[in-house]
Nanobody, 115 residues
Framework: QVQLVESGGGLVQPGGSLRLSCAASTSAFSIYAMAWYRQAPGKQRELVATITRYGITNYADSVKGRFTISRDNAKNMVYLQMNSLKPEDTAVYYC?????????WGQGTQVTVSS
């Protein structure tokens, strides 16, 4: 069982930045594929960014060039740097860990982009 705890959400003005963090409770963190998802009110959960165990990243078109996913295997952490935030980025952001098809989820952290 893997426990994931997100932090770093909050209220930010359009054009601002936030950095989300996710702490994982497994010593095997380095072999997990990690991802960030988000879910806006009334919408389905959507994939935002992924990073493989080898550090290969992929992004949703809506965040390319603005968001950066990274990981620190020594600290069992994954991050999501979000720049140039827009109101449509408002959502609950979830950390996801996946290994051989078994997925684990965090509780989520709220990001609100509003003036």
């Amino acid at each position: 069982q893997v426990q994931l705890v997100e932090s770093g959400g909050g209220l930010v003005q359009p054009g601002g930045s936030l950095r989300l963090s996710c702490a994982a409770s497994t010593s095997a963190f380095s072999i997990y594929a990690m991802a960030w998802y988000r879910q806006a009110p009334g919408k389905q959960r959507e994939l935002v960014a992924t990073i493989t165990r080898y550090g290969i990243t992929n992004y949703a078109d809506s965040v390319k060039g603005r968001f950066t996913i990274s990981r620190d295997n020594a600290k069992n952490m994954v991050y999501l740097q979000m720049n140039s935030l827009k109101p449509e980025d408002t959502a609950v952001y979830y950390c996801n860990a996946n290994l051989f098809g078994t997925a684990y989820w965090g509780q989520g952290t709220q990001v609100t982009v509003s003036s």
